[in-house]
C-alpha cells in the first residue's frame, strides 16, 4: 500500500520527461531538425592591436557590471534605510515577516526615490554629453561622478572623514576636490551605519517598555511559563498598526535625506 504514491510519483516523472525529450528532440513538418546556435569564446592571436583594445573594454566594463550592486548598496542611501528596515522588524519581534524579500524591494524603491536627484544630475551632466559626443569617456566619468560625491560629502561626518584621511596617510586636504574616492567612500558608510543605529535605537525605546511592562505584570501574577513574547507581541503590533508605523518610518528616512 505504500508503493503505492512512489509508484505514482515514478510513473509521473517518466511521463514528464518523456514529453521533455519528445519537444526537445523534435523535427518540423519539412523534416530538417530545429537550428541550435553555436556560442563559442575563443582565445588566440590577432594582428591588428584594436581588435585587443576591443576585447579588453568588452572585459572590464563585465567587471563594472558585475560590481554594480555594490556600488547601489555602499555609494547611496540603501544602507541606512535597509538597516533601519530591519531594526523595526527586530524591534517587532517577527523575524520573518515581512519577508527579506519585501525588506530589500522597499529599501530599493526607496532608495531609487531618494536619489532621483542624484540620478538626475548624473544624466544630465555626465550621460547625455557622453551620449551626443560633446565629452569624452574620461570627462564623463569625472562629471558622473560629481554629484555623488556631494550626496556622500552632505551624509559624512567630519569625525570619520578625518579618520580615514589620517589613516591613508595623505597631506591635509585644502579642499573637499583633494579628498579622493578611496577615503570618501568608507567615511560615508560608516557614517550612515551610525544614522541608521541611532534611529533604530529610538524605534527601539517604545517597543522595549511594552515589553517590560508584560514582563513585570506577568512576574506579579506568578506566570513564570508565560514567555512574555506571546503576550507583548499582539500589543506590539497594535501599537504600530495604531501610531501608523510604517508611514512614521518611512517619513524619518525620507526626510534624513
Not at 585587443?52 to 550592486?69: D, E, M, N, Y
Not at 525588506?103 to 536627484?117: D, E, K, N, R, S
Not at 508605523?245 to 535625506?257: A, P, Q, R, T
Amino acid at each position: 500500500m505504500h508503493n503505492k504514491p512512489l509508484r505514482r510519483q515514478a510513473l509521473f516523472a517518466s511521463v514528464v520527461l518523456a514529453v521533455l525529450m519528445v519537444l526537445f528532440f523534435a523535427v518540423p513538418a519539412n523534416g530538417q531538425p530545429i537550428p541550435i546556435p553555436d556560442i563559442s569564446l575563443e582565445i588566440g592571436q590577432s594582428d591588428s592591436p584594436q581588435d585587443v583594445v576591443g576585447a579588453l573594454k568588452i572585459l572590464i566594463l563585465l567587471t563594472v557590471l558585475s560590481l554594480v550592486p555594490a556600488f547601489l548598496v555602499m555609494l547611496t542611501s540603501f544602507t541606512r534605510i535597509v538597516v533601519v528596515l530591519s531594526f523595526v522588524r527586530q524591534a517587532l519581534a517577527i523575524q520573518q515577516i515581512p519577508p527579506n524579500q519585501v525588506l530589500i524591494g522597499l529599501a530599493l524603491f526607496l532608495t531609487f526615490f531618494t536619489m532621483a536627484p542624484v540620478f538626475q544630475d548624473i544624466k544630465s551632466e555626465a550621460v547625455d554629453p557622453y551620449l551626443e559626443g560633446a565629452i569624452t569617456q574620461e570627462q564623463a566619468f569625472e562629471a558622473g561622478a560629481e554629484p555623488l560625491r556631494n550626496f556622500m560629502f552632505k551624509h559624512t561626518r567630519e569625525k570619520d572623514l578625518a579618520l580615514f584621511v589620517r589613516m591613508s596617510g595623505m597631506d591635509r586636504p585644502e579642499s573637499r576636490d583633494d579628498i579622493p574616492m578611496r577615503v570618501l567612500i568608507p567615511s560615508f558608510i560608516i557614517s550612515e551605519l551610525k544614522t541608521a543605529f541611532e534611529m533604530g535605537f529610538l524605534i527601539f525605546i517604545p517597543f522595549l517598555i511594552i515589553d517590560i511592562v508584560v514582563a513585570s505584570t506577568l512576574m506579579s501574577m506568578g506566570m513564570f511559563m508565560v514567555p512574555p513574547i506571546m503576550i507583548s507581541l499582539p500589543f506590539k503590533i497594535l501599537l504600530f498598526v495604531l501610531v501608523d508605523g510604517w508611514h512614521l518610518v518611512v517619513k524619518s528616512l525620507l526626510e534624513s535625506f
